[in-house]
């Protein structure tokens, strides 16, 4: 016997059943038209290639001017190496500049399924995403990378052994691979206050469980920044767990005020009740 069909939800009026099928054209869609959005911002990045790849590379000469070997260089194996690079980084800030198109589209996808309370919440959280996302990228370009890269570096100067000379070579594909890798990572964690508003906005969890699990959050925050920071020093991981951390509690700030109220405790009556019987 057929499964009888889902009615729409009264709470939701625009809410229409729709297939899995119907569910996967929507995502195709947007899928689509996120592609297509970074179009115009990947060939904005690839006009201004040569000041991106300067930008990047800033962080890594002033580490090496700092300490003092000379020149900084970046080297190339092959003659793609340097055409591959420029793609890389134009994808890369591509997708930063198309970030706010990005995150209205994974709304878009979501909001048939929300009421019309959270669908008000659409817009703010997709601007929202796309801020943070930079504004991580953005902190760890101007914070973590100087210090890391001053410390990765120092640790392996040029030196002479007893036999041979040890000489740094950077390949420019392998340290662009890791910085855009770094950025990428550092957005996307910046996106955890986001999603803990959203959360809360939906009805998911309040600002008491919120508050309940920061202290499993401050381990999470630490094991992250180890895993994310470039180098094993103790200052870098304390400058990535710390904006984690905080970040964290100024989303459960958030959810105070646009979450739901806990519900008052009702197990002390109910004790009291099974002690008279």
Request: charged share 15%; net charge negative.
């Amino acid at each position: 016997m057929a499964d009888a069909p889902r009615l729409p939800d009264p709470e939701l009026p625009h809410d229409v059943p729709m297939t899995i099928w119907e569910h996967l054209r929507e995502l195709r869609k947007r899928l689509i038209a996120s592609l297509l959005g970074m179009v115009p911002g990947v060939a904005l990045a690839w006009s201004l290639r040569e000041e991106l790849l300067d930008f990047l590379a800033a962080p890594y000469a002033d580490a090496w001017k700092h300490l003092g070997y000379g020149k900084p260089t970046l080297h190339f194996s092959s003659p793609v190496d340097l055409f591959v690079t420029h793609l890389h980084i134009a994808i890369v800030v591509g997708l930063l500049f198309s970030s706010p198109w990005i995150a209205y589209q994974g709304w878009a996808f979501i909001a048939p399924g929300l009421y019309k309370r959270e669908k008000a919440y659409a817009i703010p959280f997709a601007l929202a995403s796309a801020l943070f996302f930079a504004g991580g990228a953005f902190f760890g370009y101007r914070f973590v990378f100087p210090a890391g890269f001053q410390f990765l570096l120092d640790v392996t100067p040029t030196a002479k052994s007893h036999l041979v000379e040890i000489v740094p070579t950077i390949m420019i594909d392998q340290y662009l691979s890791f910085a855009t890798q770094m950025l990428l990572g550092f957005g996307i964690v910046f996106e955890v206050p986001v999603v803990v508003a959203f959360l809360a906005a939906a009805g998911l969890v309040n600002w008491k469980q919120l508050l309940k699990f920061g202290r499993y959050w401050i381990l999470i925050s630490s094991i992250v920044a180890a895993v994310l920071t470039p180098t094993p020093d103790m200052l870098s991981q304390l400058m990535m767990m710390g904006p984690l951390v905080l970040l964290y509690y100024a989303a459960v700030g958030v959810a105070y005020f646009i979450g739901p109220k806990p519900e008052p405790a009702t197990e002390q009556p109910e004790a009291e009740a099974s002690e008279v019987n």
